[in-house]
């Protein structure tokens, strides 16, 4: 997986009050951008799909972060729009529950046929309207591409086993039923990917699944919702198996205080994730939490340098440090620091710079403007509590949302700014000497998603992944923290939200249990 979290809330209305830009100026509108025609985009995009596309709410305007010109306009769902839609996906649910778990499989590994065909032109839109690199955006289409494979074949080996009883002559059996509806609440940094891990596994679990994404990757939402549509329909079946309600706080709201959302995934940040917790575990419902993270990389005194440089580069600098799993902290050995330092910096100065969607870009631009102050704010932070900027730091002179990748050292492990998850590409260079300090500072701070280790000490790399190693729910060895796989259960710990998607025996959390 390409992995990078956690947006701005996604409950949050981004934007969500911009007017409509007047036609004329809309990208979709223009030449050089009929592509997205496509994908069945307009000037205008109705934002509620429930087996009939509509919307009776506000109309906002997605913008192109690489340069914060207009792409076009979705008119969001109202809360009548979410009420019809709710109900239509529980009838829809009934119909799908009862179709065999492998003829699920059968329509979900249609579903991702149908992304294969659209992949670079899906993969475009990533770029233009999330703001990240050609190549990550058709790399997070082929996320929901593969976990659609994988799918396939779950939906032939989930269930339960027979177990012993005390009484003769009787067996104990753990059935496996879905859940009902499974709503699904996206961020910003991952529009596709996420609602894939979500909704391929939920549905040859036999959920329907509604679907919210973030209000500024609207566009994205709906060219998703129209591929999986259009499979349902071929199907006959009904198309409010998947829902789709564009909205901002008062949909999101509406979904965690529903209680016939029987399992609400979210996908945002800490803060926010504890509003929705609150609001579900107050009607005792479900919920799986994707939220921040505070990731570290330790480099120790044997590491191999050949592999720190680029790994470092990559989890710090990829997707303009707006991934979940970025890494923000870099602990290294006092002996080897300095010299890290030089290098790291010599290979930032090399990153291309540009255009999201040119193939020789590295490294593209912030989802917003709002996201720049945020990182000239946390860099200033950074220096009045005894930082020193040794590469970036500022705005780049260009249209869009661009910042130079920051490099921070002379913080303690311990200041407040090193423990604050900032959504932009800084990060911040820590000195240590013993191996039991530093696995307890990459534990202190109050998120634990991922984490990584370089050495060649086996026995250090065994007490990393055991119980006073790592606290994180992804735990690397060589390798940078911004790497995961869709055969492993993604998530973490503390202030993440204990929440697991994709591999593994993640399907469990999309379905109940009868003994």
């Given at each position: 997986?390409l992995?990078?979290r956690?947006?701005a809330?996604a ?5 969500a009050?911009?007017p409509?830009a007047?036609?004329?100026?809309l990208l979709?509108?223009?030449?050089r951008?009929a592509?997205l ?15 009939r596309?509509?919307?009776g709410g506000q ?7 690489a340069?914060?010109e207009?792409i076009?306009s979705v ?5 009548e729009d979410?009420?019809e839609?709710?109900k239509k996906a ?18 979900v590994?249609q ?7 659209k992949i670079k032109?899906?993969?475009?839109l990533v770029?233009?309207?999330m703001?990240?690199?050609?190549v990550e955006?058709?790399?997070e289409v082929?996320?929901y591409?593969?976990v659609?494979?994988y799918?396939?074949?779950l939906s032939r080996?989930?269930?339960g086993?027979?177990l012993?009883?005390e009484?003769p ?12 509806l499974?709503?699904i609440i996206?961020?910003?940094n991952?529009?596709?990917a996420v609602?894939?891990w979500n909704?391929a596994?939920?549905m040859?679990c036999?959920?329907a699944c509604l ?5 500024t990757?609207?566009l994205?939402?709906?060219?998703v919702?129209?591929?999986i549509?259009?499979?349902l329909?071929?199907n006959?079946?009904?198309g409010?198996?998947?829902s ?7 949909i999101?709201t509406?979904?965690?205080?529903d ?9 945002g940040?800490?803060?926010v ?7 579900v575990q107050?009607r005792?419902?479900?919920?799986l939490l ?5 990731n570290?990389i330790?480099?120790?005194?044997d590491a ?11 989890a710090?600098?990829?997707t303009a440090?707006?991934?979940?799993t970025t890494?923000?902290?870099?602990f290294?050995h006092e002996?080897?620091?300095d010299?890290v330092?030089?290098?790291l910096?010599?290979?930032?100065a090399?990153?291309r710079i ?8 590295l ?5 917003t403007?709002e996201?720049v102050?945020?990182?000239l ?6 220096k009045?509590?005894g930082?020193?900027v040794?590469?970036g730091?500022k705005v780049i002179?260009?249209?869009?949302n ?5 490099i921070?050292t002379?913080?303690?492990h ?5 423990h604050?998850e ?5 990060l911040y260079?820590l000195k240590?000497k013993?191996?039991e300090e530093?696995?307890a ?6 998120q634990?998603l991922?984490?990584?280790?370089f050495t ?9 992944l055991g ?5 994180c729910?992804i735990?690397?060895v ?6 995961a796989?869709?055969g ?5 710990e503390k202030?993440?939200g ?7 025996d993640?399907?469990?959390l ?6």
């Open positions: 997986m992995w990078v956690r947006a809330a409950l949050l209305p981004l934007r009050g911009a409509a007047a036609m004329s100026t979709v509108s223009q030449p951008y592509w025609r496509e994908l069945g985009l307009q000037e205008e995009n109705p934002g509620v799909y429930n087996g596309w509509g919307g109309v906002v305007t997605t913008y192109c972060p340069n914060n207009p076009a008119r969001q769902a109202s809360l979410y009420e839609t709710v529980k009838e829809a649910w009934k119909v799908w529950a009862d179709i065999p778990a492998p003829k699920r499989g059968e329509i590994r579903i991702g046929d149908a992304l294969r065909q032109v899906l993969g475009s770029s233009l309207e703001g990240k690199i050609f955006g058709v790399g082929q996320e591409v593969d659609c494979d799918a396939v074949g080996m989930i269930g086993p027979i012993p009883s009484r002559g009787h067996a104990l059996i753990e059935q496996w039923n879905p859940v009902g499974v709503g996206t961020a910003f991952f529009p596709v609602y894939g909704s596994i939920a040859i036999g959920n679907w919210k994404g973030a209000p990757t609207s994205i939402s709906v060219a919702t129209k591929i549509a259009k499979v329909e071929d006959k079946v009904p409010a198996i998947c789709l309600v564009c909205g901002g706080a008062d999101g509406a979904m965690a205080r209680e016939r959302m029987d399992l609400l995934s979210f996908t940040s800490t803060k994730g504890k509003q929705v917790a609150l609001m107050e005792f419902g479900r919920s994707e939220l921040g993270g505070n570290a330790i480099v120790f005194e191999d340098l050949n592999l720190v440089i680029p790994s470092a580069l990559f710090a600098v990829g440090g707006q991934r979940c890494a923000r902290r870099l290294l002996s080897i620091h010299e330092v030089a290098k910096a010599k290979a930032y090399q990153v540009g255009d999201p969607w040119d193939s020789d870009t490294y593209g631009p912030l989802h403007k996201a102050k945020m990182f704010g946390a860099v200033e932070q950074a009045q509590q930082g020193s040794v590469y730091g002179n260009r249209p869009g661009y910042v130079e990748p920051t921070v002379g913080l303690p311990n200041a407040p700014i090193v604050t900032t959504f932009a590409p800084i260079v240590f013993e191996e530093v696995f500072w990459n534990n202190e701070v109050k634990g991922s984490s990584s280790i060649k000490d086996l026995g250090r790399i065994f007490r990393w119980p006073k190693g790592s606290d729910g735990v690397n060589n390798i940078p923290t911004s790497g796989e869709i492993g259960a993604f998530g973490g202030h993440t204990g929440g697991r998607e994709s591999g593994s993640s399907w469990k999309y379905m109940r249990r009868s003994t």
